[in-house]
C-alpha cells in the first residue's frame, strides 16, 4: 500500500509539473509536429477566386455559430470566436497555391488550448466544401 | 484504512489534475447542424439592391443607433464588428443573493457587467440582391470578476427588431431568405 502512495505521490507531481513549468515557454511553443498540424489544419480548393473562397469562409464561420473578429482582404486572413459556454477562436487564411487553386488553413484554439484533434478540422472543412461546391484536397 | 484513503483522494486528485490539464474541443463545436441553417435563416435577410456597400454602411449606422462602437471592418469583405459594453444585473439574482445573505450564506456572486458583440456580414446574392446576416454574442462577468456566462445570442425577437431597423434605415424591405 505504501508503494502505492508513493508511487501516486511522484505521478502527481510530475503531472503538476507536465502542465506548467514556465509559462514563458508557451510564447514559441508549437503543437506535436508542425508538418503533421500543417497537413491537418489545410486543404486545396480548385479555385482561384481568392476573395470569392475569403467570402465562403465567413458565410461558413457565421454557418458554424461564430462572431466574426476580423477579415482583411490584402492579407486573405479571417479570424471569429464562438461562445457557447466555452471560448472557441479560428483564424483562417487563404493563399494561392500554384496556378490553378487555392489554399486554405484554419487554426482552432478551444478556451486557452490549441485544437490539434483532426476531427475539428476535417469538419470545419466538409462545411466549408458544401459552401464552396468544391471538394477540399488535402495536401502534402 | 489511513492509507487506503489517502491512495483514494490522491487517485482522485490526480485525475482531476489530469483533466484539468488537458482540455478538450466538445464532438460537435464545428459539425453543421439542423439548428445552424434555422440560425442562419434567422440572422439573414435578402434586400432587393445590388448596392452592398450603402447596405453595410446602413448596417454600421444601425449598430451606432444602438450604441455599439465599431471595432472592426472591412468593407472589400462586407464585415463590420462592433461592441458595446452593458450592465447586467438582473433583478432575480439580486433578489436570490439578497435572501442567501439574509439567511447567513454570505455573499453570493451575482452578473454585473457583459460586452455584447456583433459581426455584420453582407454578401452579393445574383445581380439584384444583396443579402445580410448578424450574429450576436455576450459574455458576461458577476461581482467578483469571473465569467459567468459565454453564450451566442439565438433570440428570434433580437434579430427582428435588428431588421426592421434596419429596413427602415435603407428604405427597403428585408425579405427572409
Partial sequence: ?140 | MLYKLHTIALLIYSVFIVSACVQTIPKDALQLSQESMQLRQLQTRAFSTNNEKKLLVAGAGVLQDLGYNIDESETQLGVIVGSKDRDATEAGQVAAAVLVAALGGGAMPIDKNQKIRASIVTRPSGKKQTNLRITLQRVVWNTQGQISKTQSIEDPLIYQEFFSKLSNAVFLEAQEI
Fill in chain 1, 1 to 140: 500500500m505504501k508503494k502505492i502512495f508513493a508511487v501516486l505521490a511522484v505521478f502527481l507531481s510530475l503531472s503538476l509539473t507536465a502542465c506548467q513549468t514556465s509559462s514563458m515557454n508557451k510564447v514559441m511553443e508549437t503543437d506535436s509536429s508542425q508538418v503533421q498540424m500543417r497537413q491537418i489544419q489545410s486543404r486545396a480548393f480548385s479555385t482561384t477566386n481568392r476573395k470569392g473562397t475569403l467570402r465562403t469562409i465567413i458565410a461558413t464561420l457565421q454557418d458554424l455559430g461564430f462572431v466574426i473578429d476580423k477579415a482583411d482582404d490584402e492579407l486573405g486572413t479571417v479570424s471569429g470566436t464562438k461562445l457557447d459556454g466555452y471560448s472557441l477562436r479560428m483564424t483562417v487564411t487563404v493563399r494561392p497555391r500554384g496556378k490553378t487553386q487555392t489554399l486554405v488553413r484554419a487554426n482552432a484554439t478551444y478556451n486557452v488550448t490549441p485544437v490539434s484533434d483532426p476531427q475539428p478540422y476535417q469538419q470545419f472543412f466538409a462545411a466549408l466544401e458544401k459552401a464552396m461546391f468544391l471538394t477540399a484536397q488535402e495536401v502534402d
